[in-house]
C-alpha cells in the first residue's frame, strides 16, 4: 500500500480504507436542539481513538455530533504531524472551514492533537485562522476552553501529561459498523527515533489501568463487537504499576487478560518494536486462538547503519532474529511493516538492505513513506537532509513495487486454503458479497450465504488472490490454517 505523505493511518482496519482519512466521523443522534460539533481527524489510530473520546466528553455536555459541516456550531479538526504533508492537508481544510466561518461568524473552529501540540498558539496568535488549540492530553478541558471562547478569551491548553489516559472516559463509537473496535491501552512515547515528531507532540509513555482495558473490551463484546485492536506507539512497552507498585501488568499478560474475554472476540494490537516484542508476547499470541496471528513490526530500514542514526536501538541482525522467532513460534503468522525511503546519508547499498530485507521477511502489507524531515527532531538537528528528492521518490518506488509483488506471492499461496473469517460487512463490490478478515489480517471477499450476518464467523477457501486481497467461497469443513 502506497501512503504517499498525506494517508498516514497505519496498522488498523481503517488502512483498508484510504476514503476514512479525514472523513467525519459520525454516530446517529436525535436531535434535541444541542450545539452540534463536526469532528474530521487525520494520522494514526490513535487519533482517531481520541476522535472518540473527544465526542465523549462533548457529548456529555449537550453537545451533538453532525456530519455536515455547514449546520456544525463547532468544528474540529484532529491532525497529524507526522511528515510535512500531513501538516499541509490540514492548511488545506482550514482554508475550508474559515470559509464557513466566513459565513457564520459564529461558528467555532478548533484544531485538535498533534499540529496543535506542536504549533501551540503560532495557529492562534500568528496565523489567526482557528478559535481553539488543544492538544492530546487536554480534552477533559474543552467545555470550559469553549466557554473562554464564548466570552471573548483564548482557547489554549496544550500542557502535555504524565498521567493522562482517559481511562475513565468511555468513547463514543463514532462510525463503528459496531463489529470492529480499538482500545487505546497507553499514551506517548518514550523513545527518541531520530526522524519522528511524535515523542515531542503526544510526551512521555504511559499505561492505562489494565482492569479499565478489560472492562471496555468487555462492554464492546457484549455490545457485539468481535474484533478490538489494542493501541499504542509502542505497545511491547505496555508496563502498568499501581500506587503501591505491589501489582504489575506487562503486555503479554494484558493480551492475555483481554483474550480470556471471550474464545469469540479476536484481539489485535498495533504497534509493535521490535526492540521490545518479547518471547512472552509470541507465546502468549500463539497459546489463544483468539489472538490474531498478526504482528505490524516496522523495520524502517534493513540497515544497521541508518537503524543507528534513526535511533531505532535495534540492527539487521536483531531485527531478522525477532523474525525468525515470530515464523519458529506462530509458522503461520502474518508479518508487516513501515519503511522509511532516503533517510539521511542513505547510500544505494545501504537502501538495497531494505529491499533484501522486504524479501527476507515476506511482509504481507507494508506503509512505505520517503523520509520528510520534522522541525525539532533529533535528525533535524543533528543530521543533514541531503538524499535528493528525486532519488528519495525513486527509491520509495522500488520499494512500493517489490511490496506489491510480495504482496501478491505471499498472498498466491493461501489459494486453497481455509480460513476462519469475521464477517465485517458487504464487499465493497457487491451486496451479493461479504467481505471479512482473518486471523492474519487479510480482506476476503466471497458470496453470501443465507444465515449469516456481519458479526458471524464462517469458515472460507480461498480461491482467488491479488496483492490487496483475497477472494473465497464458503465452506462447511472447518479445517483452518
Ligand atoms: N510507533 C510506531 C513505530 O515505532 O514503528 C510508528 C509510529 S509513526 C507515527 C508511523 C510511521 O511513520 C513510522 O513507522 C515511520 O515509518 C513513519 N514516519 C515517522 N516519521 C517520519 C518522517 N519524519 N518521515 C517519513 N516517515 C516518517
Ligand atoms: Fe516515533 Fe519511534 Fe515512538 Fe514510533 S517508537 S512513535 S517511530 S519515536
Ligand atoms: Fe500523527 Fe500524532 Fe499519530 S503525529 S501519526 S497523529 S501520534
Not at 290 to 313: A, D, E, F, W
Not at 471 to 476: K, L, N, Q, Y
Request: charged content about 30%; overall charge negative.
Amino acid at each position: 500500500m502506497l501512503y504517499d505523505d498525506n494517508i498516514t493511518l497505519w496498522g488498523i482496519d481503517k488502512t483498508h480504507d484510504e476514503s476514512k482519512q479525514g472523513e467525519a466521523l459520525y454516530y446517529e443522534y436525535e436531535d434535541q436542539g444541542f450545539r452540534k460539533f463536526y469532528i474530521e481527524s487525520y494520522g494514526c489510530a490513535m487519533n482517531f481513538s481520541d476522535s472518540e473520546i473527544v465526542a465523549s466528553i462533548l457529548s456529555s455536555q449537550n453537545y451533538m455530533p453532525t456530519r455536515n459541516v455547514e449546520e456544525a456550531d463547532l468544528i474540529l479538526i484532529n491532525t497529524c504531524s507526522v511528515r510535512e504533508k500531513a501538516e499541509d492537508t490540514v492548511r488545506k481544510r482550514l482554508q475550508v472551514f474559515n470559509s464557513v466561518k466566513d459565513k457564520r461568524p459564529d461558528v467555532l473552529v478548533g484544531v485538535l492533537g498533534c499540529m496543535a501540540e506542536r504549533l501551540k498558539t503560532k495557529l492562534l496568535e500568528e496565523e489567526k485562522i482557528v478559535d481553539l488549540v488543544v492538544g492530546p492530553d487536554a480534552y477533559r478541558d474543552l467545555p470550559n476552553l469553549i466557554a473562554k471562547v464564548d466570552e471573548g478569551g483564548k482557547g489554549v491548553n496544550v500542557l502535555l501529561s504524565r498521567e493522562e489516559t482517559y481511562a475513565d472516559i468511555s468513547p463514543l463509537r463514532l462510525d463503528s459498523n459496531g463489529i470492529v473496535g480499538f482500545i487505546s491501552i497507553m499514551r506517548g512515547c518514550d523513545n527518541m527515533c531520530s526522524f519522528c515528531v511524535v515523542p515531542f507532540t503526544r510526551g512521555r509513555e504511559r499505561s492505562r489501568d489494565p482492569y479499565s482495558i478489560v472492562a471496555e473490551a468487555t462492554d464492546l463484546y457484549n455490545r457485539g463487537f468481535r474484533d478490538i485492536t489494542l493501541l499504542g506507539q509502542n505497545v511491547d512497552s505496555y508496563n502498568w504499576k499501581n500506587k503501591e507498585e505491589s501489582e504489575q501488568v506487562n503486555f503479554a499478560q494484558l493480551l492475555e487478560r483481554v483474550a480470556l474475554i471471550h474464545p469469540d472476540l479476536r484481539v489485535r494490537f498495533s504497534t509493535s518494536h521490535p526492540k521490545d516484542i518479547t518471547d512472552e508476547v509470541l507465546y502468549t499470541m500463539a497459546k489463544y486462538e483468539n489472538i490474531c496471528k498478526y504482528i505490524h513490526l516496522p523495520v524502517q530500514s534493513g540497515n544497521s547503519r541508518i537503524l543507528k542514526l534513526m535511533n531505532r536501538t535495534y540492527d539487521r541482525a536483531w531485527y531478522k532474529n525477532r523474525v525468525d522467532a515470530i515464523y519458529r513460534i506462530m509458522p503461520d503468522c502474518a508479518i508487516s511493516s513501515d519503511m522509511i525511503a532516503g533517510f539521511c546519508s542513505e547510500t544505494e547499498e545501504e537502501h538495497q538492505d531494505t529491499l533484501s530485507m522486504m524479501e527476507y521477511v515476506q511482509y504481507s502489507m507494508s506503509y512505505m513513506f520517503f523520509y520528510s524531515v520534522r522541525p525539532g527532531t533529533l535528525a533535524a538537528k543533528k543530521l543533514e537532509d541531503d538524499v535528493p528528492l528525486e532519488v528519495k521518490k525513486r527509491r520509495l518506488q522500488e520499494i512500493v513495487e517489490l511490496q506489491n509483488k510480495i504482496s501478491l506471492d505471499v498472498n498466491l499461496k493461501d489459494i486453497g486454503k481455509v480460513f476462519k473469517v469475521l464477517i465485517e460487512g458487504n464487499s465493497k463490490r457487491s451486496d451479493e458479497e461479504f467481505k471479512g478478515r482473518n486471523s492474519q489480517n487479510k480482506m476476503i471477499n466471497f458470496p453470501k450465504k443465507e444465515g449469516l450476518s456481519p458479526g458471524d464467523y464462517t469458515w472460507v477457501k480461498v480461491t482467488d488472490a491479488t496483492s490487496a486481497s483475497l477472494r473465497g467461497e464458503i465452506v462447511d469443513t472447518p479445517t483452518a490454517v
